[in-house]
């Protein structure tokens, strides 16, 4: 296996609140060519800003370039690359599951083991929650699985440096 240098990036982007911004950024990733893994966007504390925290994969120069590409656009004020060792990292996951009588008992097992939200059950189905890291999302969806997923919901990943 080749060693490719590419590894996942966060970038925190605080920008004006405008209509826009959002499109302005995608376009910027789209004629570069950067893979956005995921992208999440929210109005800060301050109504007048919004935090976008974008995951790409790449390497050292691609993030940097983007970096200085996203620095220059309007109404950006702030970009910072975050190191995921020195941040809090999670994503949120909503799962529909079918249930039936005979598999409910170990559905909520296994939502007990990851300390998961049962949201909703019904007769032929059950919605589960969970927030954590990548990796503790994509254990429970594994576990999951073998008992047939209807839906599954997920916001990128939120990071707030430490």
């Avoid at 809090?88 to 083991?113: C, D, G, M, Y």
Wanted: aromatic letters at 6%; a neutral charge.
């Amino acid at each position: 296996m080749q060693e490719t240098g590419e590894k996942e990036y966060i970038l925190s982007v605080l920008a004006k609140n405008n209509p826009g911004v959002l499109l302005r950024i995608a376009g910027l990733f789209s004629r570069r060519c950067y893979n956005i893994l995921s992208i999440v966007a929210s109005q800060t504390e301050n109504a007048e800003y919004s935090r976008i925290l974008i995951v790409v994969s790449g390497d050292d120069r691609i993030v940097r370039q983007a970096d200085k590409q996203l620095c220059k656009l309007v109404d950006i004020e702030e970009v910072d690359i975050l190191d995921p060792k020195k941040s809090v990292v999670r994503e949120h996951l909503l799962l529909k599951v079918r249930r039936t009588p005979r598999n409910s008992w170990h559905l909520v097992q296994i939502a007990a083991v990851f300390r998961a939200n049962i949201l909703s059950v019904a007769e032929d189905f059950m919605i589960v929650e969970l927030t954590g890291d990548a990796g503790t999302l994509n254990s429970l969806i594994e576990l999951y699985s073998p008992y047939h997923i209807l839906k599954i919901l997920r916001t990128g990943s939120m990071a707030m440096a430490t």
